[in-house]
């Protein structure tokens, strides 16, 4: 039995996020994108809690349901604070078992002096060891997973606040740290690169504030979806495979100084350093160059399914981006809407036309542009695109028919 999870999403209450990510919306487009387990989003926050107990169903097993979608009870916090005589700046995605269990970590907060009404992130005056500490004082279930860990400014590793091993950050509390999420700007390869990370489950998830946006990366687990099944899978690796963005899409991939419109690979900084050529200011170091700094093992070339027993990955292209390209309009366009919307209630779930619709299929589904859509997929599934990376917040391009053809990629075939 397999199951896809995105369990790092948000509600409207989080900053930054769309209007539109409410309980119904969540769930219609879970079953739209293919995503059988959501997290719940910004747990903390009293109207969203509010909402939570209204509207999720409990099933018994640690898990909740709404519209026929499966809940895990997850939310993303921002630790900020002093550790080894630095600042810190840490996001870490939060489980727990229950609501009463929830209620019992927003008492924790409150009386800490937390203030959970404004952002559905909280920023927690606390480190991330001593918040786990906190979850686990709850309820010893509870687990996290330290969310896009190599994004500069909030990622576990980050070059701006984070630390060189969980170890240093979690301390004492590392057992309780479940997985890794990569972050839109890496992939599971960029991972395999730190020994440190060799026992640890990588898993990639979505980080939506929108709803178009769900699902651009998630982990299809293997076993019981369950609370406890979920914990397992995690401790196991029971992972069948993750569905990444092109790493190079994300928008902390490259070193760079966007103000100047400068985005440097780690061989420029090895070079040339790490002030921005045009105004002499310090650059935002980028994942590659960070993993770079961590890293032992020299990088992989080729997308495949690793030694080792580590789980396969996928490099997928929206299917919206695809259809813009086909149509030649933005990926917002209504036509493009309209389409992906036929597309889905025609073949299945956006996953499925993406990674299994036979392409002849594809092509029938839709009149007109159908026959260079497959064509489109096909290229998807062969990572045959060009991505100019993103650098210092600003995201990456992708385009599924490029001008210049030069970067390709290999991937895998998953079974």
């Known amino acids: 039995m397999t199951y896809s999870a995105d369990l790092h999403v948000h509600s409207s209450y989080a900053y930054a996020t769309s209007r539109e990510l409410n309980f119904e919306n969540l769930a219609r487009w879970a079953r739209i994108k293919g995503v059988d387990l959501l997290a719940s989003a910004d747990f903390t926050h009293p109207i969203w809690f509010s909402e939570s107990k209204a509207k999720l169903v409990e099933r018994g097993d640690g898990l909740y349901e709404h519209g026929g979608v499966k809940f ?3 939310s993303e ?38 203030k959970l009404n404004g952002d559905g992130r909280p920023t927690l005056r606390m480190s991330p060891r001593d918040m786990l500490a906190m979850l686990l004082d709850a309820d010893p279930r509870c687990f996290v997973i330290p969310a896009h860990v190599w994004t500069p400014w909030y990622g576990v590793f980050g070059s701006k606040s984070g630390f060189d091993s969980l170890e240093e950050c979690f301390g004492d509390l590392t057992a309780h740290v479940a997985a890794v999420e990569t972050g839109l700007s890496a992939d599971p390869s960029m991972c395999w690169r730190v020994p440190n990370l060799d026992d640890m489950a990588i898993v990639s998830f979505s980080d939506a504030h929108s709803l178009p946006k769900l699902a651009r990366e998630l982990t299809v687990f293997e076993g019981e979806p369950s609370y406890g099944g979920l914990v397992e899978a995690l401790r196991s690796q029971h992972i069948a495979y993750t569905v990444e963005m092109f790493p190079e899409e994300g928008k902390y991939h490259n070193s760079g100084h966007r103000r100047c419109g400068v985005s440097l690979a780690p061989e420029d900084v090895a070079r040339d350093g790490s002030a921005c050529p045009v105004c002499g200011k310090g650059l935002t170091l980028g994942v590659t160059q960070r ?24 490099s997928l292209v929206s299917l919206r981006q695809a259809l813009s390209e086909v149509m030649g309009v933005g990926v917002g366009a209504k036509r493009v809407t309209s389409a992906y919307m036929r597309l889905v209630e025609s073949l299945g779930s956006e996953l499925y036309i993406l990674l299994n619709a036979p392409l002849a299929d594809v092509a029938r589904a839709l009149p007109v542009h159908g026959e260079r859509l497959a064509e489109g997929v096909g290229r998807i599934r062969c990572g045959d695109v060009h991505v100019v990376p993103g650098f210092d917040g600003k995201y990456g391009t992708v385009r599924v028919w490029p001008e210049d053809c030069s970067r390709k990629r290999a991937q895998p075939l998953l079974i």
């Open 291 to 314: 993993v770079g700094e961590l890293a032992q093992r020299d990088a992989v070339g080729r997308v495949e399914t690793p030694d080792g027993g580590r789980p396969p990955y996928r």
């Open 72 to 74: 895990a009870l997850g």
């Open 77 to 114: 916090l921002s630790c900020v604070a002093r550790v080894g005589g630095r600042a810190r700046r840490v996001h870490v995605l939060a489980f727990a078992p229950s609501l009463d269990t929830v209620a019992k970590i927003i008492r924790a907060l409150e009386a800490r002096g937390a």
